[in-house]
């Protein structure tokens, strides 16, 4: 599967940004999908992630109650709602997908490793 991110973009502190992860390629519906960032001079973080079913969905500690992860199957597209951006969420965002049969727990769904494929990433600029 390919994976297009867009959405990215400058806004100030409290603004919304809503990220999309466009698939192509193959059986969207048949992966994982997970959003993680990575700040200049950071190690990559986990920020959400959403099963091929969408009845899960999983929020790193840092974006959790701001963030909203959800997708649309028969658009192969996967939507990251950012809402009350803080300046900390600057950074260049990444969607990854892993098959549903290869990612079986919750844990492996939070790690990068677990993903085969990966978008080109997004820049997000949060202004205080």
């Known amino acids: 599967v390919q994976l297009q991110a867009s959405g990215g973009g400058s806004v100030q502190a409290g603004g919304s940004l809503t990220l999309a992860c466009a698939g192509s390629g193959t059986t969207f519906s048949s992966y994982h999908i997970g959003w993680f960032r990575q700040a200049p001079g950071k190690e990559r973080e986990f920020v959400a992630a959403i099963s091929w079913n969408q009845i899960s969905k999983y929020y790193g500690d840092s974006v959790k109650g701001r963030f909203i992860i959800s997708r649309v199957n028969a658009e192969d597209t996967v939507f990251l709602r950012m809402n009350s951006l803080k300046p900390d969420d600057t950074a260049a965002y990444y969607c990854?997908?892993?098959?549903?049969?290869?990612?079986?727990?919750?844990?492996?769904?939070?790690?990068?490793?677990?993903?085969?494929?990966w978008g080109q990433g997004t820049l997000v600029t949060v202004s205080s």
């Open positions: 990854a997908a892993g098959l549903y049969t290869r990612i079986t727990t919750a844990q492996a769904m939070k790690l990068a490793a677990s993903y085969d494929h």
